[in-house]
Nanobody, 121 residues
Framework: QVQLVESGGGLVQAGGSLRLSCTASESIFRIYVMGWYRQAPGKQHEMVAISPSGDGTKYSDSAKGRFTISRDSAKNTVYLQMNNLVPEDTAVYYC???????????????WGQGTQVTVSS
């Protein structure tokens, strides 16, 4: 079973930066979209940034101007560069993808295990 493996979370002071990475454990036939989502304690799961295959990216309002999503399609890897972090960014960050794992298979959603990001004031 293909897994998404995240790394890069941690503890940072407000105003600092972190870079999250997410890599698929095996080759994936076709990726339709890869992205980052987060869930803070007591809050709903929310989209942070997504990168559809082809062109275009989409950011949440809170991420615009501070976060940048990028992909290395050859490596089935997606990154999230987070700058100027604020305590409100504290959450578990999840990598997600909608992909066809093998030729002939329908698209399915895959999720990573999550990585904790904590921003101290």
């Amino acid at each position: 079973q293909v897994q998404l493996v995240e790394s890069g979370g941690g503890l940072v002071q407000a105003g600092g930066s972190l870079r999250l990475s997410c890599t698929a454990s095996e080759s994936i036939f076709r990726i339709y979209v890869m992205g980052w989502y987060r869930q803070a304690p007591g809050k709903q799961h929310e989209m942070v940034a997504i990168s559809p295959s082809g062109d275009g990216t989409k950011y949440s309002d809170s991420a615009k101007g501070r976060f940048t999503i990028s992909r290395d399609s050859a490596k089935n890897t997606v990154y999230l560069q987070m700058n100027n972090l604020v305590p409100e960014d504290t959450a578990v960050y999840y990598c997600g993808t909608t992909a066809s794992l093998r030729p002939g298979l329908s698209p399915q959603d895959l999720w990573g295990q999550g990585t904790q990001v904590t921003v101290s004031s």
